[in-house]
């Protein structure tokens, strides 16, 4: 609980962060251009700012508590909150970092690799499926994905860096 | 009232559009199978493989994905006690004691035909409040526009929050998030942290999307166990039970009329859907109802549910298509499909382009009858997809996500801002923020900006247009009553009022 009362502390100061770039960013422009961005980031880093209050007020997240200007209605409950089970920092940084690396592995190698090695060393890894199993979900996911973009849809799938595609600039 | 049917219907009878509506059922009847996936993710897998259809098939596409993954969610809530999707919760109370009796093919009956009829009577309602509503469309001008994104803002983040201060923040967060890039209004490139090329056109709404909704939903996956779902199947019974169901469920009319309203209702009250509509049909049917199996495989009670969850379609479209605000999750996705589209969404949707609303009608009415039937025909394989292992469906959907977040416009760093979307869809799931408001003010930021700036044009700078014109103060009063509503309900709880 205090995990989960911390966590949505650093979430809505990073969210507060967001709003305020918005509401400094958005000063530099001109009148037009700043005057809604300016005054939603306000309000938004007003609403976080009372959320944030409401929390500490509180002392920790109420499962069913009312927060500042809250309603007697249920709030929407935290994963946690409706999933006891399944939780684990180590899992959640393991998934997170399946994520990056299928990123990392599309922009270094390009789609046609990383499709059937990422199917196959995560079913392997993750959930120790079947050789087979893997394989042959690998094999169908590459024809699909070669053959739907690549030969029906006509789109260049990305090749990644290795076989000379270059990223695009940001 | 009609214009554009021509086109819907025509576009229906081409043999591609009907196997495109024939895919799009059997992907929804999957999903709504597979328990932790529904409409909402199936949707959002789907969206960029519309890329290259025309702007008719992928709409029907899409509707036909959203209403038939709730039948779906109903068999394995039926056979195996698991519901497939939140909309099939109340299902298993009744569904389920009676498969265990041997009549599994009863009761998949009862659900389908409930669900047929229950999704006519929501299409049916959208389709007598189209002139009504395509009136009150005209009605709209920049300022009614702007004001009407507000209300329903603040009424999605209170009704689907319950914390109207959280709701509203992460509501103005995908507001501020819709703005970077290209404003069109004023004609200026904003808040780019330093990017002069990749983030020009803004953050791309379908590598948001399938993000946030998808990857977020495979986070939670992966972090379950091995398998989907485990339960004991139950035996089907035979084809007489099939036939039995379909009968069964044109003897409780006035359960099946209330609850097709009730999931009507709670259909056009925005941010609801067939989960709350499922429960309230039940709990309502069973506190009338006479019938001693309630609760042990009642088909009084199986109607009630399954009527509900499919007539809330309907009333989720009417808001969607007449105002451009999502009833729910699924419909949020689909404006987000009539934009990579090109479909103006907001107001003017039923003025310029009446075509689509049929096409939404049209498709929803689709997916619900062939995901009936072929769910019935199909019911036994369906419910066995339940035990695929998570650690082979978990890199499918990201492989799906990634590759569609890749192909809209070919640019490697929208796959790089589907997972960080995902990633930071899961933390504001995991700690109790809704989607919804996020997702809604994504899709209507930019244009509660357009409608903003208009209106202090025409007024050459006063905020009093707000005021001035009639519905535009009326929707004013309506945003005030909603923000002051917690606090008088809080009131009224301490008893204070």
Redesign the interface.
Known sequence: MRKLSEGRIILLILLLGCALYFVFAGLGYGRNSRLFPVAVGTVTAVLILLDLASLWASGLVSRTGVGAGGSGRTEVPSLTEREEVGYSGARLMRMVGWLLGSALGVGLVGFALTVPVFIVSFGRVEGRASWVACLLTAVVFFIFIVGYFEFFMRIRMFRGVLFGDLLPLI | MFDGIGTAVAALAQPDVVGIVLLASVIGLVAGVLPGLGNVQAMAMALP?T??MDRVSAIYFLSAICASATFGGSVPAILINVPGTPASAATTIEGYPMAKRGEGNRALAISATASVMGGLVGIGVLVVSIPFVKWAALLFGPPETFMLVLLGLITIA?A???????G???S??G??LS?IGY?S??G?Y??SLG????LWDGIEQVAFLTGVFG?SE???L?????VVAHAEEVALGGFHGTLQGIIDTFRYPLTFVRSSVIGVIVGIAPGVGGSVSNVVAYAMTAQISKDPLIGKGSVEGLVACESANNATYGGDAIPTLAFGIPGSLAMAILLGGLNLHGVPVGPWLMREHMEIVWVVVFGLLAGTVVSCVGGLLLARWLARITLI????L???I??LI??GA??IR????D??VA?LS??FGY????????LLPLIIGFLL?AV??QA??QS?HISEGSLSIFFSHPLSLLLFLGVVATGL???F??LV?KGVL
């Open positions: 493989f890329f290259g209170y689907i929050q319950g914390n109207i201060i959280r509203l923040a992460i103005g967060i507001v501020l703005l404003a209004v004023t200026v904003r808040f990017s002069k090329h990749y990857l495979a986070i939670q992966g972090m379950k166990g091995r292992s998570t650690s082979l978990v890199p499918t990201v492989v990634l590759t890749y192909a070919q640019n490697f760093w796959v790089v997972i995902g990633i933390f504001l799931t995991r700690h109790g923020f809704s930021g509660a900006e903003f700036i202090l509503y917690p606090v309900q809080r709880v």
